[in-house]
């Protein structure tokens, strides 16, 4: 401005307009949006100028009577399809809605299409299902029982899917000593049918699993569908191994749930349902191990308490020889004791004799007395002999009776009587250890020894 505060012609004006978006910025904008609005969409509509380039994506248009969108389905996804569709089907589409920015155009990126209406794979599912299911492929009587405890596991699946790892986390945790055996195969696209088949003859022909699990990850109808074909469901049933269909999640049912001998929702239930839990195993074997614990206890308490019993019972061998000694004394004096009685009786008999002789005289009478009486002292000497002799030979062999309970007897014909560092008797060699000092009583001395080692003899 000049001095007179008008505007200068130099002077330059402040854009006061709102910013304006550039066209990518728009674009990008109204994409977001699109995309953030519908997460996914289902649309049913006839398909109209269908095109299919050399890089194998399809492009068309899904119209009605009054409107029309473009769509685009990529080779990723189109490739699961069995069928090629054509000009003026009506179709019914899943996919995301969406803006291709490079030219502002409003469209839907398909994941997955089918025919309008019951649509060609459930009608595929259902004629499948009655023809297997009037050949009696789905009779429970003709199901093989699932082994309670499993000694190997087989899986049908594939190497990098989710399901093996699944799986085998599951058996980790639950029974980690099963052997598993991968048997892989494709389980999703055209090649995967006979991967399957082939993979179940496999596991068959190596004759070690006699568990096999079937299946896979969750996925779409399309994803799924070689556990939905006809080769598969008869592989599964003419099976000699027990099988377990683990297919996608729990919602899904595939005609190989039907044909299998056991059905899980998912891969980890399977793994659940035919693996024993091994902290029940621990738990029984804690219980059980209790149980034989107390068990023991008791029983050792009843040994003692009849060993006790019997110990008191046991009388002592030198109080036995003592008895048996006195016993003897008291033999050898009634014996002494008769014998002077008969002798005292003898005695007087020939002193009365003697006094009839000596009253009557006669010497004839004396000299047969004389000889009746000789005769009846050899014979009153040799009773007297053999009754002494049946008195030792009773003494000798009550001695040798008792001389066989002796313990010294025992020591005499090469035992030992073995005592531990306390003085305790040793009779478990379980209860001696290497490098301990025993002493040895033997029939002439002691021995003092060190253990070496220890071998226990099983009762």
């Given at each position: 401005m000049d001095h007179h505060g008008t505007p200068s012609a130099t002077a330059s004006f402040q854009d006061t307009r709102p910013r304006a978006l550039s066209v990518s910025e728009l674009n990008h904008q109204a994409r977001h949006l699109l995309e953030s609005s519908f997460m996914q969409v289902w649309v049913e509509g006839e398909l109209s100028g269908f095109s299919r380039p050399s890089s194998g994506h399809w492009y068309f248009s899904l119209k009605d009577r009054k409107c029309q969108v473009r769509c685009a389905m990529f080779k990723g996804f189109n490739q699961r399809l069995r069928v090629l569709p054509r000009e003026g089907d009506q179709v019914r589409i899943r996919g995301k809605v969406t803006l291709y920015e490079n030219r502002g155009d409003f469209q839907i990126i398909v994941e997955h299409m089918e025919p309008a209406g019951l649509g060609e794979l459930q009608q595929a599912f259902d004629e499948l299902k009655r023809k297997l299911q009037a050949e009696g492929l789905f009779d429970t009587l003709r199901k093989k029982p699932i082994p309670a405890i499993p000694g190997h596991i087989g899986v049908v699946t594939s190497p990098t899917g989710a399901a093996i790892h699944d799986i085998l986390t599951v058996l980790a945790r639950r029974c980690p000593a099963i052997p598993v055996t991968l048997y892989p195969t494709a389980v999703q696209g055209k090649a995967a049918t006979a991967d399957i088949v082939q993979a179940i003859g496999r596991a068959q022909a190596h004759g070690v699993a006699d568990v096999l699990i079937v299946g896979r990850g969750g996925g779409s109808l399309e994803d799924l569908w070689c556990f939905n074909e006809e080769t598969?469901?008869?592989?599964?049933?003419?099976?000699?191994?027990?099988?377990?269909?683990?297919?996608?999640?729990?919602?899904?049912?595939?005609?190989?749930?039907?044909?299998?001998?056991?059905?899980?929702?998912?891969?980890?239930?399977?793994?659940e349902k035919i693996s024993p839990d091994q902290q029940d195993w621990l738990r029984q074997i804690?219980?059980?191990?209790?149980?034989?614990?107390?068990?023991?206890?008791?029983?050792?308490?009843?040994?003692?308490?009849?060993?006790?019993?019997?110990?008191?019972?046991?009388?002592?061998?030198?109080?036995?020889?003592?008895?048996?000694?006195?016993?003897?004394?008291?033999?050898?004096?009634?014996?002494?004791?008769?014998?002077?009685?008969?002798?005292?009786?003898?005695?007087?008999?020939?002193?009365?004799?003697?006094?009839?002789?000596?009253?009557?005289?006669?010497a004839r009478q004396l000299t047969s007395s004389r000889e009746n009486l000789s005769r009846f002292e050899e014979r009153l000497g040799a009773a007297i002999r053999q009754r002494l002799q049946q008195r030792r030979e009773q003494y000798e062999h009550i001695a040798q009776t008792l001389h066989v309970v002796s313990p010294l007897a025992t020591l005499g014909r090469g035992y030992a009587i073995v005592r531990n560092g306390e003085g305790n008797i040793v009779r478990d060699a379980s209860k001696l250890s290497s490098g301990e000092h025993i002493n040895a009583r033997v029939a002439e001395g002691d021995i003092s020894a060190v253990v070496t080692s220890v071998n226990c003899v099983k009762k």
């Amino acid at each position: 401005m000049d001095h007179h505060g008008t505007p200068s012609a130099t002077a330059s004006f402040q854009d006061t307009r709102p910013r304006a978006l550039s066209v990518s910025e728009l674009n990008h904008q109204a994409r977001h949006l699109l995309e953030s609005s519908f997460m996914q969409v289902w649309v049913e509509g006839e398909l109209s100028g269908f095109s299919r380039p050399s890089s194998g994506h399809w492009y068309f248009s899904l119209k009605d009577r009054k409107c029309q969108v473009r769509c685009a389905m990529f080779k990723g996804f189109n490739q699961r399809l069995r069928v090629l569709p054509r000009e003026g089907d009506q179709v019914r589409i899943r996919g995301k809605v969406t803006l291709y920015e490079n030219r502002g155009d409003f469209q839907i990126i398909v994941e997955h299409m089918e025919p309008a209406g019951l649509g060609e794979l459930q009608q595929a599912f259902d004629e499948l299902k009655r023809k297997l299911q009037a050949e009696g492929l789905f009779d429970t009587l003709r199901k093989k029982p699932i082994p309670a405890i499993p000694g190997h596991i087989g899986v049908v699946t594939s190497p990098t899917g989710a399901a093996i790892h699944d799986i085998l986390t599951v058996l980790a945790r639950r029974c980690p000593a099963i052997p598993v055996t991968l048997y892989p195969t494709a389980v999703q696209g055209k090649a995967a049918t006979a991967d399957i088949v082939q993979a179940i003859g496999r596991a068959q022909a190596h004759g070690v699993a006699d568990v096999l699990i079937v299946g896979r990850g969750g996925g779409s109808l399309e994803d799924l569908w070689c556990f939905n074909e006809e080769t598969v469901a008869r592989a599964i049933a003419n099976c000699t191994i027990p099988t377990v269909s683990a297919v996608g999640h729990e919602v899904d049912v595939t005609i190989a749930d039907f044909v299998a001998d056991l059905r899980a929702p998912t891969p980890s239930a399977a793994a659940e349902k035919i693996s024993p839990d091994q902290q029940d195993w621990l738990r029984q074997i804690r219980e059980r191990e209790l149980r034989l614990a107390n068990s023991a206890r008791r029983a050792l308490k009843r040994l003692n308490t009849q060993l006790e019993h019997l110990a008191a019972r046991l009388r002592d061998p030198r109080r036995e020889l003592l008895e048996k000694a006195q016993r003897m004394d008291e033999l050898e004096l009634r014996l002494g004791k008769a014998v002077r009685q008969r002798l005292d009786r003898v005695t007087v008999r020939s002193e009365h004799l003697a006094q009839r002789l000596a009253m009557q005289s006669p010497a004839r009478q004396l000299t047969s007395s004389r000889e009746n009486l000789s005769r009846f002292e050899e014979r009153l000497g040799a009773a007297i002999r053999q009754r002494l002799q049946q008195r030792r030979e009773q003494y000798e062999h009550i001695a040798q009776t008792l001389h066989v309970v002796s313990p010294l007897a025992t020591l005499g014909r090469g035992y030992a009587i073995v005592r531990n560092g306390e003085g305790n008797i040793v009779r478990d060699a379980s209860k001696l250890s290497s490098g301990e000092h025993i002493n040895a009583r033997v029939a002439e001395g002691d021995i003092s020894a060190v253990v070496t080692s220890v071998n226990c003899v099983k009762k």
